[in-house]
T-cell receptor, first 106, second 114 residues
Framework: KNEVEQSPQNLTAQEGEFITINCSYS?????LHWLQQHPGGGIVSLFM???GKKKHGRLIATINIQEKHSSLHITASHPRDSAVYIC????????FGEGTQLTVNP | DAGVTQSPTHLIKTRGQQVTLRCSPI?????VSWYQQVLGQGPQFIFQ???????GRGNFPDRFSARQFPNYSSELNVNALLLGDSALYLC?????????????FGPGTRLTVL
Protein backbone atom coordinates (compact mmCIF):
# COMPACT_ATOMS: atom_id res chain seq x y z
CA LYS A 1 0.00 0.00 0.00
CA ASN A 2 1.38 3.42 -0.93
CA GLU A 3 2.01 5.85 1.89
CA VAL A 4 0.06 8.50 -0.07
CA GLU A 5 -3.13 7.62 -1.92
CA GLN A 6 -5.00 10.00 -4.19
CA SER A 7 -8.47 9.72 -5.62
CA PRO A 8 -9.70 9.81 -8.23
CA GLN A 9 -6.83 8.90 -10.58
CA ASN A 10 -8.59 10.60 -13.48
CA LEU A 11 -11.30 13.23 -13.45
CA THR A 12 -13.16 14.84 -16.33
CA ALA A 13 -15.38 17.84 -15.68
CA GLN A 14 -17.32 20.46 -17.57
CA GLU A 15 -16.28 24.08 -17.30
CA GLY A 16 -17.81 25.68 -14.23
CA GLU A 17 -18.09 22.50 -12.16
CA PHE A 18 -16.85 22.20 -8.58
CA ILE A 19 -13.90 19.78 -8.36
CA THR A 20 -12.66 17.79 -5.37
CA ILE A 21 -9.47 15.75 -5.28
CA ASN A 22 -8.72 13.67 -2.21
CA CYS A 23 -5.48 12.61 -0.57
CA SER A 24 -5.05 10.09 2.26
CA TYR A 25 -1.75 9.28 3.90
CA SER A 26 -0.61 6.66 6.37
CA UNK A 27 2.45 8.23 8.01
CA UNK A 28 2.95 10.99 10.54
CA UNK A 29 3.65 14.21 8.72
CA UNK A 30 4.91 17.70 9.42
CA UNK A 31 3.39 19.25 6.30
CA LEU A 32 1.38 18.41 3.19
CA HIS A 33 1.85 19.96 -0.23
CA TRP A 34 -0.51 20.22 -3.17
CA LEU A 35 1.31 20.54 -6.47
CA GLN A 36 0.20 21.14 -10.04
CA GLN A 37 2.05 19.60 -12.98
CA HIS A 38 1.40 20.65 -16.55
CA PRO A 39 2.26 18.64 -19.68
CA GLY A 40 6.01 18.88 -20.25
CA GLY A 41 6.73 18.38 -16.57
CA GLY A 42 6.85 21.76 -14.84
CA ILE A 43 5.63 21.54 -11.24
CA VAL A 44 4.12 24.46 -9.35
CA SER A 45 3.50 24.43 -5.61
CA LEU A 46 -0.12 25.38 -4.90
CA PHE A 47 -0.35 24.99 -1.13
CA MET A 48 1.63 23.88 1.88
CA UNK A 49 -0.55 22.88 4.84
CA UNK A 50 0.06 21.67 8.35
CA UNK A 51 -3.45 22.31 9.67
CA GLY A 52 -6.83 23.77 8.77
CA LYS A 53 -7.62 25.35 5.46
CA LYS A 54 -6.02 27.63 2.89
CA LYS A 55 -7.58 29.49 -0.03
CA HIS A 56 -5.99 31.04 -3.09
CA GLY A 57 -8.29 32.36 -5.75
CA ARG A 58 -10.55 29.52 -6.88
CA LEU A 59 -8.46 26.90 -5.08
CA ILE A 60 -9.11 25.69 -1.55
CA ALA A 61 -7.08 23.11 0.35
CA THR A 62 -8.07 21.50 3.63
CA ILE A 63 -6.35 19.04 5.90
CA ASN A 64 -7.59 16.87 8.79
CA ILE A 65 -4.53 15.72 10.70
CA GLN A 66 -6.47 13.29 12.92
CA GLU A 67 -8.02 11.54 9.92
CA LYS A 68 -4.81 11.84 7.81
CA HIS A 69 -6.77 13.27 4.93
CA SER A 70 -6.58 16.33 2.73
CA SER A 71 -8.76 17.67 -0.06
CA LEU A 72 -8.11 20.10 -2.89
CA HIS A 73 -11.17 21.90 -4.21
CA ILE A 74 -11.45 23.94 -7.40
CA THR A 75 -14.47 26.20 -7.70
CA ALA A 76 -15.81 27.32 -11.09
CA SER A 77 -13.38 25.06 -12.96
CA HIS A 78 -11.88 26.26 -16.23
CA PRO A 79 -10.13 24.43 -19.09
CA ARG A 80 -6.84 26.04 -18.01
CA ASP A 81 -7.13 24.08 -14.74
CA SER A 82 -6.47 20.89 -16.77
CA ALA A 83 -3.30 19.39 -15.30
CA VAL A 84 -2.06 16.67 -12.97
CA TYR A 85 -2.58 17.50 -9.30
CA ILE A 86 -0.18 15.82 -6.89
CA CYS A 87 -0.39 15.48 -3.13
CA UNK A 88 2.96 15.16 -1.30
CA UNK A 89 3.60 14.72 2.42
CA UNK A 90 6.62 15.44 4.57
CA UNK A 91 7.25 12.53 6.92
CA UNK A 92 10.91 11.55 7.06
CA UNK A 93 11.09 12.66 3.41
CA UNK A 94 8.79 14.11 0.80
CA UNK A 95 6.54 11.31 -0.45
CA PHE A 96 4.29 11.88 -3.44
CA GLY A 97 0.97 10.45 -4.50
CA GLU A 98 0.54 9.16 -8.02
CA GLY A 99 -1.35 12.26 -9.08
CA THR A 100 -4.85 13.01 -10.36
CA GLN A 101 -5.22 13.84 -14.03
CA LEU A 102 -7.87 16.57 -14.32
CA THR A 103 -9.40 17.47 -17.66
CA VAL A 104 -11.86 20.35 -17.79
CA ASN A 105 -13.83 20.56 -21.03
CA PRO A 106 -15.27 23.83 -22.32
CA ASP B 1 14.29 36.88 -10.16
CA ALA B 2 15.22 33.68 -11.96
CA GLY B 3 13.52 30.52 -10.79
CA VAL B 4 15.18 27.15 -10.36
CA THR B 5 17.12 26.25 -13.48
CA GLN B 6 18.21 22.82 -14.65
CA SER B 7 20.50 21.69 -17.42
CA PRO B 8 20.39 20.07 -19.81
CA THR B 9 16.71 20.05 -20.75
CA HIS B 10 16.89 16.75 -22.58
CA LEU B 11 19.53 14.07 -22.68
CA ILE B 12 19.90 10.78 -24.52
CA LYS B 13 22.39 8.21 -23.26
CA THR B 14 23.07 4.53 -23.81
CA ARG B 15 23.13 1.78 -21.21
CA GLY B 16 26.30 1.73 -19.12
CA GLN B 17 27.10 5.40 -19.64
CA GLN B 18 27.32 8.01 -16.94
CA VAL B 19 25.35 11.25 -16.73
CA THR B 20 25.59 14.50 -14.75
CA LEU B 21 22.57 16.72 -14.26
CA ARG B 22 22.84 20.25 -12.93
CA CYS B 23 20.59 22.46 -10.86
CA SER B 24 20.81 26.11 -9.83
CA PRO B 25 18.49 27.07 -6.97
CA ILE B 26 16.71 30.35 -6.50
CA UNK B 27 19.08 32.96 -5.13
CA UNK B 28 19.20 32.72 -1.34
CA UNK B 29 17.85 29.18 -1.18
CA UNK B 30 20.13 26.84 0.76
CA UNK B 31 18.35 23.52 0.26
CA VAL B 32 18.21 21.49 -2.95
CA SER B 33 16.31 18.25 -3.44
CA TRP B 34 16.35 15.82 -6.36
CA TYR B 35 13.43 13.69 -7.55
CA GLN B 36 12.94 11.07 -10.23
CA GLN B 37 9.61 10.90 -12.05
CA VAL B 38 8.98 7.92 -14.28
CA LEU B 39 6.30 8.46 -16.90
CA GLY B 40 2.82 8.10 -15.45
CA GLN B 41 3.94 8.04 -11.83
CA GLY B 42 4.46 10.54 -9.06
CA PRO B 43 7.98 11.80 -8.31
CA GLN B 44 10.27 9.76 -6.06
CA PHE B 45 12.68 11.39 -3.61
CA ILE B 46 16.37 10.81 -4.40
CA PHE B 47 18.42 13.26 -2.32
CA GLN B 48 18.17 16.37 -0.22
CA UNK B 49 21.12 18.69 0.41
CA UNK B 50 21.28 21.57 2.83
CA UNK B 51 24.29 23.81 3.39
CA UNK B 52 26.38 21.47 1.25
CA UNK B 53 25.62 18.41 3.35
CA UNK B 54 23.44 15.43 2.46
CA UNK B 55 20.40 15.52 4.70
CA GLY B 56 18.32 12.75 3.19
CA ARG B 57 18.52 9.92 0.71
CA GLY B 58 15.75 7.96 -0.92
CA ASN B 59 15.69 4.30 -1.82
CA PHE B 60 18.03 4.51 -4.81
CA PRO B 61 21.16 2.44 -5.54
CA ASP B 62 24.69 3.71 -5.01
CA ARG B 63 24.90 4.42 -8.74
CA PHE B 64 23.12 7.65 -7.84
CA SER B 65 25.18 10.34 -6.15
CA ALA B 66 24.94 14.07 -5.71
CA ARG B 67 26.72 17.04 -4.26
CA GLN B 68 26.03 20.66 -3.44
CA PHE B 69 28.54 23.40 -4.09
CA PRO B 70 29.40 26.49 -1.99
CA ASN B 71 27.10 28.59 -4.22
CA TYR B 72 24.30 26.08 -3.39
CA SER B 73 24.04 24.74 -6.92
CA SER B 74 23.91 20.98 -7.17
CA GLU B 75 24.80 18.08 -9.43
CA LEU B 76 23.19 14.67 -9.66
CA ASN B 77 25.34 11.89 -11.07
CA VAL B 78 24.12 8.55 -12.27
CA ASN B 79 26.64 5.84 -13.20
CA ALA B 80 26.18 2.66 -15.20
CA LEU B 81 22.88 3.80 -16.66
CA LEU B 82 20.05 1.29 -17.01
CA LEU B 83 16.99 1.49 -19.24
CA GLY B 84 14.91 1.98 -16.09
CA ASP B 85 16.73 5.21 -15.31
CA SER B 86 14.82 6.87 -18.14
CA ALA B 87 12.74 9.51 -16.40
CA LEU B 88 12.20 13.19 -15.73
CA TYR B 89 14.66 14.35 -13.09
CA LEU B 90 13.37 17.26 -11.06
CA CYS B 91 15.28 19.59 -8.82
CA UNK B 92 13.59 21.73 -6.19
CA UNK B 93 14.97 24.41 -3.92
CA UNK B 94 13.77 25.91 -0.68
CA UNK B 95 15.02 28.57 1.71
CA UNK B 96 15.78 26.17 4.52
CA UNK B 97 15.37 22.45 5.15
CA UNK B 98 12.36 21.62 3.06
CA UNK B 99 9.87 20.17 5.55
CA UNK B 100 8.51 23.54 6.66
CA UNK B 101 9.34 25.50 3.54
CA UNK B 102 7.68 25.77 0.16
CA UNK B 103 9.58 23.92 -2.54
CA UNK B 104 10.17 25.58 -5.91
CA PHE B 105 10.65 23.14 -8.76
CA GLY B 106 12.79 23.46 -11.84
CA PRO B 107 11.57 22.45 -15.31
CA GLY B 108 13.32 19.10 -15.10
CA THR B 109 15.79 17.18 -17.21
CA ARG B 110 14.29 14.44 -19.35
CA LEU B 111 16.75 11.55 -19.54
CA THR B 112 16.30 8.80 -22.10
CA VAL B 113 18.48 5.72 -21.83
CA LEU B 114 18.65 3.56 -24.98
Amino acid sequence: KNEVEQSPQNLTAQEGEFITINCSYSVGISALHWLQQHPGGGIVSLFMLSSGKKKHGRLIATINIQEKHSSLHITASHPRDSAVYICAVWGSRLTFGEGTQLTVNP
Amino acid sequence: DAGVTQSPTHLIKTRGQQVTLRCSPISGHKSVSWYQQVLGQGPQFIFQYYEKEERGRGNFPDRFSARQFPNYSSELNVNALLLGDSALYLCASSLELAAYNEQFFGPGTRLTVL
